[in-house]
């Protein structure tokens, strides 16, 4: 059974950084193309950033372009979201999603459809950033 699990939420200061980690099992990641998306409690999903399963391409929503980072390990089956100069606005339950796609596609999902169509989620991981 493919699962996602992520991990590496916590509290952060305004301007610091942290690195969050979606760890797959089941399956491998050169199957699916995956994003990551965040929600505050009362509000409405929002897509953060995509990388295909090709890992060459990658989409990010315009209120984290230049701070955060998505990237893939092949080796550990793992993607990531290096997050820098984090802001209060950033707070938010993190989860990480995967859509199937054919073997190491260069297709990339988009932060702009709020998830939409993606067919396997976390848990999520909360990212809280105040001083």
């Known amino acids: 059974q493919f699962q996602l699990v992520e991990s590496g939420g916590g509290l952060v200061q305004p301007g610091g950084s942290l690195r969050l980690s979606c760890a797959a099992s089941?399956?491998?990641?050169?199957?699916?193309?995956i994003g990551w998306f965040r929600q505050v409690p009362g509000q409405e999903r929002e897509g953060v950033a995509c990388?295909?399963?090709?890992?060459?391409?990658?989409d990010y929503a315009d209120s984290v372009k230049d701070r955060f980072a998505i990237s893939k390990d092949n080796a550990e089956n793992t993607v990531f979201l290096q997050m820098n100069s984090l802001r209060p606005e950033d707070t938010a339950v993190y989860y990480c999603?995967?859509?199937?796609?054919?073997?190491?596609?260069?297709?990339?999902?988009?932060?702009?459809?709020?998830?939409?169509?993606?067919?396997?989620w976390g848990k999520g991981t909360t990212v809280t950033v105040s001083s």
């Open positions: 089941g399956n491998s990641l050169d199957y699916y193309a």
């Open positions: 990388i295909s399963a090709s890992g060459a391409n990658t």
């Open positions: 999603a995967a859509e199937t796609s054919p073997p190491r596609s260069g297709y990339v999902c988009s932060p702009s459809a709020g998830g939409d169509g993606m067919d396997y």
